[in-house]
């Protein structure tokens, strides 16, 4: 209520106090009655202006009102997603290049999650997600000449679960098997644009031999060996206890996982770990055992770590093998939000060939601004390829961009 409005009132009741005072013959009980009245419409009148004033603080804090309507009252219905986009500059030896791109560490996406509770142990949810990416940083090509599709929405999770807090959470649909995620714990805070799955910033890149003539991309030479990613199974995770919880998946096709993941607290110091088998014999021709871990101490200095091996169907000679290392700093520099810096290293031999050894470093940054929800990255990273009997130029790339979640 402005202050314009609340002397318009006034004046209006002091007026028919005035008439009453005016009338010839009037009781004096009805003057007194018009005064309590013009002290009730002042009393509320200072209450709508304290929740004026109230509502102006919330909207310069950036809070808003997060209802979501649900076409199932029993149901409550959460909407959330993201938009990261950037510019990539690559060149590998004889070429390069600038493209504007959909980061696929943490693509473009928007998800739909249900709730609901049976009881005090017993709930269900549904989960829908699925990413739109428009030029992928693992799709690009060096020789393309228009923007790398699919130009429409792709699956990333189509699933719901029943959840009892003493007997655990059972998945059903497409959505995360159990070892999807165990290479990849990272307390660093840069996982945005650096994390163990390199080949998300610039994997469709194909190294160059002499001559031109393109070879492997390196999405084909490097590979974190994360479980089974994202398919259609049943997953069951048994319940929490002091920090540890085991998980197992059945996937369409014959393959199944099992995995054990921690994460605790000491004296500051945070911890998270992650070890999962996975068998894909049947479907992918493969099993393989992977993990990693990652501490964050109380003055944000954080260590991460990742490797796995992988035992392919048939093949002679080494199996495939990864490591992967980041050293990590968070701090605030300003006010505005955490500020993450990191620089990182991983290796994979025998994926594309037999004798291939694949390696990259990088270094990388991240600006966090809370108000807006949103972070700015860079990221610097070389690629290295050696082959016997093949000279391959290495792959230099540069990210920088933004992502905002909403």
């Known amino acids: 209520m402005g202050t314009g409005s609340r002397v318009l009132l006034v004046v209006t009741a002091a007026v028919l106090v005035g008439l009453g005072l005016g009338i010839q013959g009037a009781a004096a009980q009805t003057v007194e009655d018009l005064r309590r009245e013009i002290d009730r419409l002042n009393n509320r009148l200072d209450q709508m202006e304290e929740r004026e004033k109230a509502d102006k603080a919330d909207a310069a ?35 390069s290049e600038v493209f504007h791109v959909d980061n696929d560490n943490s693509s473009t996406r928007i998800r739909f999650i249900g709730k609901g509770q049976l009881n005090e ?77 390199i080949a998300d910033m610039a994997g469709g890149i194909a190294f160059a031999a002499s001559g031109g003539a393109l070879g492997p991309r390196i999405n084909q030479a490097f590979s974190n060996f994360d479980g089974l990613s994202r398919d259609d199974r049943v997953r069951y995770d048994t319940p929490k206890f002091m920090g540890f919880q085991g998980s197992a998946s059945a996937v369409d096709g014959g393959s199944w996982d099992a995995a054990a993941r921690f994460a605790g607290n000491f004296a500051g110091t945070k911890v998270v770990s992650a070890l999962a088998y996975a068998d894909a014999g049947s479907r992918q021709g493969f099993d393989q055992v992977n993990g990693s871990v990652s ?112």
């Open 121 to 197: 142990d017993v709930s269900v949810g549904t989960q829908i997600e699925v990413q739109f990416e428009s030029n992928s940083t693992a799709a690009i090509r060096i020789d393309q000449d228009s923007p790398a599709g699919p130009n429409n929405f792709t699956e990333r999770k189509l699933e719901l679960y029943g959840d009892s807090k003493t007997l655990g959470r059972v998945w059903v649909g497409q959505g995360d098997t159990a070892s999807n995620g165990t290479s990849e714990v990272d307390l660093s805070g840069t996982s945005v644009v650096a994390y163990s799955g």
């Open 295 to 406: 501490v964050l101490l109380p003055f944000g200095v954080s260590v991460t770590g990742a490797a796995g091996s992988r035992d392919l169907t048939g093949r002679a000679g080494s199996d495939p093998m990864t490591y992967y290392g980041k050293l990590g700093y968070k701090f605030r520099l300003t006010d505005m939000g955490e500020t993450a810096v990191g620089v990182d290293f991983a290796k994979t031999d025998d994926l594309a060939a037999v004798g291939d050894e694949f390696t990259t470093y990088g270094a990388f940054a991240v600006q966090r601004f809370d108000a807006i929800g949103t972070e700015l990255y860079l990221a610097l990273r070389n690629h290295e390829l050696d082959r016997s009997g093949t000279d391959f130029d290495d792959i230099f790339a540069v990210l920088t961009g933004a992502r905002v979640k909403f």
């Open 61 to 95: 804090a950036g809070k808003q009102d997060k209802t979501v309507s649900s076409g199932n009252d029993k149901i409550k219905l959460e909407l959330s997603g993201q938009v990261n986009r950037g510019v990539l500059f690559v060149d590998n030896g004889p070429t």
